[in-house]
């Protein structure tokens, strides 16, 4: 009787597994539309702004907790031809002193930090900072 316990046991262990991988599956990697990340200056600003495929955002700052929200149809519409115009380019040396603010934006696989913000980065910048100010609100 003791042998058929020991083949059983592992055989009861394994089954709750196989029955878990439909949650695994919904545990994927979302596709990251564009990710900035603006951190210095004498504010100690660390903030990142992740725009989500779905169109829905995840803003952190270097206080407080992480928000999740999503986007209007409009502001996501308005993203996303800002995104058609933008050239990232190469990252810029970091200048001398130390109250300079460096913004990183990564899309469509290509990243690059700047200090001084482009023609094509403005649009993308000035829009992401606002969904930060409008959707950052630690509950």
Same mark, same amino acid.
């Given at each position: 009787m003791k042998i058929w316990r020991i083949v059983l046991l592992p055989v009861l262990l394994l089954a709750p597994s196989t029955s878990? +991988?439909?949650?695994?599956?919904?545990?994927t990697a979302k596709r990251v539309l564009v990710d900035l990340r603006?951190?210095?200056? *004498?504010?100690?600003?660390d903030d990142r702004v992740i725009v989500y495929g779905n169109g829905c955002v995840r803003l952190t700052r270097r206080t407080g907790p992480a928000v999740d929200k999503c986007l209007t149809a409009k502001e996501e519409r308005t993203l996303r031809g800002h995104l058609s115009k933008l050239r990232v380019g190469a990252s810029e040396r970091r200048p001398q002193g130390a109250d300079f603010i +460096? *913004?990183?934006?990564?899309?469509?696989?290509?990243?690059? /930090?700047? *200090? /001084?913000?482009?023609a094509s980065w403005k649009p993308v910048v000035g829009q992401l900072e606002k969904i930060m100010e409008k959707y950052w609100a630690p509950d």
């Amino acid at each position: 009787m003791k042998i058929w316990r020991i083949v059983l046991l592992p055989v009861l262990l394994l089954a709750p597994s196989t029955s878990m +991988s439909p949650a695994q599956a919904e545990v994927t990697a979302k596709r990251v539309l564009v990710d900035l990340r603006r951190q210095g200056g *004498y504010a100690g600003f660390d903030d990142r702004v992740i725009v989500y495929g779905n169109g829905c955002v995840r803003l952190t700052r270097r206080t407080g907790p992480a928000v999740d929200k999503c986007l209007t149809a409009k502001e996501e519409r308005t993203l996303r031809g800002h995104l058609s115009k933008l050239r990232v380019g190469a990252s810029e040396r970091r200048p001398q002193g130390a109250d300079f603010i +460096s *913004y990183t934006l990564a899309h469509d696989k290509r990243r690059a /930090t700047r *200090y /001084t913000l482009p023609a094509s980065w403005k649009p993308v910048v000035g829009q992401l900072e606002k969904i930060m100010e409008k959707y950052w609100a630690p509950d």
